[in-house]
DNA sequence: TGTCATTCTGTCACTGACTGCCATAGATTA
DNA sequence: TAATCTATGGCAGTCAGTGACAGAATGACA
């Protein structure tokens, strides 16, 4: 990586960070981009020039969750049964959250806290989600060789998967100050989702 | 319903009718408030006390779906299946949507057609579904006597009860232009959900 | 080391959603 | 008719987000 392009993750970061510390002082709404960019002294233009909007600070770990099931699922055979891939990588960002960095895990349990608090965010997280599943839904209809328009099947399964996933994510009670928590309750979430579909659905 | 009350709702109406044919003619997002409310020849300071923000009326229909899928739920058994009580919530949306008005179900259509054009919109909507699962949810814990914030089986039953509907909503092709075919493919849909859960979680 | 093209950044001006405040017009009731 | 309540409009202001332009920092290369 470039000397370049490292000090603009380093501006990345250090702008999430700030942004997420005011956030949790004083609340999402009574936070201005201006604020923020004040905080990391730069200008509120660059700061979108960094984020494409205020909510997407609170959505910084879509992008990378979406990343990581997309790439699991095209890794995945091409004849195993749609809903076992797609647990397959609901097990990938768990696997990859296990492993990350510190500062990466305390950027996720902060982004936890303010969800749990401003039930709002969880309405934009939920949108952004939805987009996630779109592609999910090309990806699967795309192996199956079905219309991703009309594949009911498909889209449904897919949606299953994802409610999964957020509910693993979501259910704030008890709080959570462990990223292995959050890990356990995900899986338990995974295998209950799986006692509750039809025994013949994963392979 | 008083005079007042009545003149009201027409301009709500009106208000509502008149966004929704500029949304479809130029787009949502080219279309702006100031413009809407001088069409229906109000100040656009009025305009936010009829609705509380332009995406709330791309949302009409949750709201009043929301109320028929509460309604419906806490007039179950208590004792039925959580399952079972969903799918009957699922149904009275449907039922209700197929015997409305001629007025509203062209709003429904012209809705169902934004969101098609739009998927910023669909995010939106899910956006507000999620409002609607968590009342959902507290709803059915409350009635199976659990604590909602840690019923994780209650939080996954309703958000595939949810999903089962935004599919069957969702799903764009072949395009519709008729209530009863949306009743119909929601209806399938509802019958694939069913297919797909264990045979005994339907009481 | 000094030039040169590329990329980053800040400033400015602007649009558009949304809110609080206050004054007034219109309807309601006594 | 007078007093009251409510719907509305106008105004001024905040904040998110964008396009255009100019200047500064950076990397490549002679």
Redesign the interface.
């Known amino acids: 990586m470039g000397l370049r392009e490292a000090k603009k993750e380093k501006t990345r970061l250090a702008i999430l960070d700030t942004a997420l510390d005011l956030f949790l002082e004083q609340g999402y709404d009574s936070t201005t981009v201006e604020q923020i960019a004040g905080s990391v002294d730069i200008s509120p233009r660059t700061f979108f020039r960094y984020f494409a909007g205020k909510d997407h600070l609170a959505l910084w770990f879509h992008d990378h969750g979406e990343e990581i099931m997309l790439d699991t699922l095209r890794s995945r055979p091409a004849d195993e049964p749609a809903f076992t891939s797609l647990m397959h990588t609901l097990r990938a960002v768990l696997a990859d959250m296990e492993d990350s960095t510190p500062e990466d895990t305390s950027r996720f349990l902060k982004l936890r806290r303010l969800l749990d608090e401003h039930?709002h965010l969880?309405?934009?997280s939920?949108?952004?989600?939805?987009?996630t599943e779109?592609r999910l839904v090309a990806e699967i209809a795309g192996r199956r060789g079905t219309?991703p328009?009309?594949d009911?099947?498909c889209?449904?399964?897919v949606?299953?998967a994802?409610?999964?996933m957020?509910?693993?994510f979501?259910?704030?009670?008890?709080a959570v100050e462990d990223v292995r928590e959050i890990a356990a309750r995900l899986e338990?979430?995974i295998d209950?989702?799986h006692?509750?579909?039809?025994?013949d659905?994963h392979g």
């Open positions: 039930p969880v309405g934009l939920v949108a952004r989600g939805a987009a779109r219309d328009d009309t009911r099947f889209h449904l399964i949606a299953f994802m409610s999964t957020r509910v693993g979501e259910c704030p009670k008890p338990e979430t209950l989702a006692s509750l579909l039809r025994p659905l």
